[in-house]
């Protein structure tokens, strides 16, 4: 017994097992928690880029569409810490666990998180971009045709950060 | 509703973090214990090491199987399904899965085409469709597991094992997330000896560890009859000597039967 629940935290796991046991477990409805704060002052420069005014889903959206031009996205999903989802505008279901497990597989203790891609067809890639505030944490998949180099990776965070209200020291 | 998929047919995933923990053995005795009971049971090997179809055909790797219908959209399921002796009984197996043996694809890979797997297995008038699914939670384990209604988790009896244990439940986790209506029935003990301490030990610890309806309450002892059995290409209810284990395989379906309940049970034929 002891040999065994040393190696263990027995609270944990019960909680791990309990939201096991709870019948038709939904994850986060599709805007709790998002991340978005009163403090949003909007992105002027750019008119695609959300606006203060628009609705946490709206600032999505936008974004989406944002990435949908400036970096020939085909698909764009956001999940929160969790892999609840976010946002996700083209029914990427297949691709979150995935993203959350790559994103964290080469975690280590104190480590940050860097984006990573993975090749999910010919001519098509999954690039998953972590980014981290002290109060929540994100993963931002995008269904690109290559790899952004380090200009284009700068350029969807600053966008990503206008739109999660993340300044970018916080990243 | 008698499933979370709207099809006739309730599937579930027999699968575990750890390989080597008796879920052939569960698989196979299980469904046969559903079909004696008059369920219409189609077994699925979902493991490339094609476990099932090594114990219950010999000539399982010339069959075309479960990963030949994931390769080749044109396959229909009715060339898979091999019939057995008893007519409430057939299996799928796994067929030839060496592109997969090397390590196999990403999660979401195969998604769709499980889910056409299963509402042809519904289209054919099966009432449950049980899969034995390859050690782990990731790729297309995990697929089977998203796709599928229930997940039942045979848990070797061992110290080692029971540490694998918040692992198993942080991936089961992540896969609910994916399939919000998957419906957890619990850990099933297997290859218990009961003249061991630490076997017996590592039961109890387990049970202490988890919530009473996360483990079920059926264990399965480690039984020489089992290789005799699948030495023999046969569920060891079948065995002259098998009534003993027949009746293990009893209990637990009928603890499957009351945790399927309250999501409408299954059909009987």
């Known amino acids: 017994m002891d040999s065994i629940d040393t190696w263990l935290d027995p609270i944990e796991v019960r909680q791990l097992a309990d939201r096991l046991l709870q019948p038709n477990f939904e994850p986060a ?112 998949g995008l269904i690109i045709s290559e790899a952004p180099d380090p200009a284009a990776l700068s350029s969807i965070r600053e966008a990503f950060s206008k739109v999660a209200s993340i300044s970018q020291s916080e990243v | 509703m008698r499933n979370n998929s709207q099809l006739d047919v309730i599937s579930i995933a027999v699968s575990s973090q750890k390989g080597g923990v008796g879920k052939t053995t569960v698989s196979i005795n299980l ?17 490339p090491q094609g476990s099932v179809g090594l114990s219950l055909t010999r000539q399982s790797r010339r069959l075309a199987g479960f990963y030949d219908y ?7 399921l009715e060339q898979l399904i091999v019939p057995t002796r008893l007519k409430t009984f057939s299996l799928v197996p796994s067929g030839q899965g060496s592109d997969y043996e090397a390590g196999g694809s990403g999660m979401g890979a195969h998604l769709a085409r499980i889910k056409t797997f299963l509402a042809a297995v519904s289209g054919q008038g099966f009432d449950l469709c049980l899969i034995d699914t390859a050690a782990g939670l990731f790729g297309l384990t995990g697929d089977v597991i998203t796709a599928s209604d229930a997940i039942m988790i ?36 297997t290859m218990v000896q009961e003249d061991l301490m630490e076997s017996t030990g590592a039961a109890v610890a387990l049970r202490q560890l988890l919530p009473p309806a996360m483990v079920f309450q059926t264990q399965i002892p480690r039984d020489g009859l089992f290789v005799r059995a699948s030495a023999r290409g046969l569920p060891v209810g079948v065995l002259d000597e098998g009534v003993r284990a027949q009746a293990i395989f009893d209990a637990l379906r009928a603890e499957v039967e009351s945790k399927l309940k309250p999501n409408g049970g299954i059909r009987t034929a």
């Open chain 2, 70 to 76: 994931l390769a080749n959209p044109q396959i229909p």
């Open chain 1, 29 to 140: 409805s599709s805007m709790a928690s998002d991340g978005f704060d009163d403090g949003f002052i909007g992105y002027e420069a750019d008119s695609q880029l959300p606006v203060a005014a628009d609705s946490p889903a709206q600032r999505s959206q936008r974004f989406c569409d944002w990435a949908k031009q400036h970096h020939s996205a085909k698909g764009v999903f956001i999940l929160d810490h969790e892999a609840s989802v976010i946002f996700d505008e083209g029914g990427h279901g297949q691709f979150h666990f995935l993203a959350r497990s790559l994103a964290l597989a080469p975690r280590r203790v104190n480590a940050s998180l860097e984006p990573v891609y993975l090749k999910i067809a010919a001519g098509m890639i999954l690039q998953i971009i972590p980014f981290a505030t002290a109060q929540h944490s994100f993963f931002l």
């Open chain 2, 154 to 189: 045979p848990q070797q009896s061992e110290p080692l094992g029971i540490r694998s244990v918040p692992k198993l439940l942080e991936g089961l986790n992540r896969l609910r997330v994916m399939n919000p209506r998957l419906s957890v029935l619990g850990v099933c003990l």
């Open chain 2, 31 to 47: 469904a046969h214990s559903f079909a004696s009971a008059g369920v219409k049971t189609l077994l699925v090997d979902a493991d």
